[in-house]
């Protein structure tokens, strides 16, 4: 098997695993946060109990939030090809990287839109390529951007430092 | 006071969402099943049910797809934290379900899909 196959095959079953891993956490994740939140009902407020109590919740809910984007991002992935928003998506994604990603203080931001044909889920991957690989590259000044922009027939997804992604603009209709 | 009928095989989610149910001001009940819950049904009146789709034996599909069969008109609501989604949504939508909210949701995501479902 070559290195790209077997890389392929790797993050294939990678991507299994953590398919099953989001459905594995949803539920206890749910007791987790849930039962903090009933619990606070019966706690007073100001105690070291509410305290101890809201912070369970609160780092509950960061965990819920990171398993509901990236549980959004797989069902995604089997979404047909249709006409959508690409700004959207890339504030979406924005929001995806920030959650899941080390930034190290970077700001990631996304600005732009345009209305584009293609499969989001392929697209947002490649957002996310875009992303990962530009704070990779280093501190562009504490700041990487996600400009969408029309350009003829296609809309560009630049990323701050290089990178890009073209794709097909949706026909105008009416 | 609606009654509501609660089934997931889960025990720590099915408490959860009968107590939050509860403290909302309904009157909720959970099964760990599709199965008992169909029985339950046939002797006991509910308003809503809350159902999981991921369970053993029958889905939560399949439990919409036998609800409908013999009371079209009971809203539901499902709740998921699957990797299928998209064709389960797909599927439930088109039996008619109110609503699918997805693992791990809030108590006001839960309350909000349960009032609207009632209003239904």
């Known amino acids: ?174 | 006071m609606s009654r509501i009928l609660v089934v997931d095989d889960e025990e720590v989610v099915r408490d959860l969402t009968v107590e939050i149910l509860r403290r909302s001001g309904y009157k909720p009940q959970g099964v760990p099943s599709a199965k008992h819950a169909l029985a339950l049904l046939d002797h006991e009146p509910f308003d809503l049910v809350v159902s999981d789709v991921v369970m053993p034996e029958m889905t939560g599909v399949e439990f919409l797809y036998e609800l409908r069969k013999s009371r079209p008109s009971l809203p539901v609501v499902l709740m998921t934290g699957g990797s299928k989604e998209p064709e389960r949504a797909t599927k439930a939508v088109e039996l008619g379900a109110c609503s699918l909210i997805y693992k791990p949701f809030s108590r006001a995501e839960l309350t909000a899909a349960v009032s609207a479902a009632l209003e239904t």
Do not use: W, Y
């Not at chain 1, 790797?10 to 953590?18: I, M, N």
């Not at chain 1, 459905?23 to 987790?32: I, T």
């Not at chain 1, 732009?112 to 000044?141: K, M, N, Q, Y």
């Open chain 1, 1 to 174: 098997m070559s290195n790209d196959a077997a890389d392929a095959h790797s993050l294939r079953t990678l991507g299994l695993l953590l398919r099953g891993t989001l459905h594995e956490l949803a539920n206890p994740v749910l007791g987790l946060t849930g039962t903090a939140e009933l619990a606070l009902d019966h706690a007073e407020p100001g105690t070291k109990l509410h305290d101890r109590i809201t912070l369970i919740q609160r780092t509950g809910a960061e965990v819920a939030d990171i398993v509901r984007a990236l549980q959004a991002f797989v069902r995604l992935q089997s979404a047909p090809v249709e006409s959508f928003s690409l700004g959207h998506a890339a504030a979406e994604t924005v929001a995806l990287v920030d959650l899941v990603l080390p930034t190290h203080s970077v700001t990631l931001t996304a600005t732009g839109d345009a209305e584009v044909i293609a499969a989001p889920g392929e697209v947002r991957c490649s957002l996310v390529e875009l992303l990962h690989a530009a704070l990779e590259r280093g501190d562009p000044g504490g700041v990487i951007e996600l400009a969408v922009r029309s350009e003829g027939n296609e809309a560009v997804v630049t990323a701050t430092g290089g990178g890009q992604l073209r794709l097909p603009v949706a026909a105008r209709t009416g």
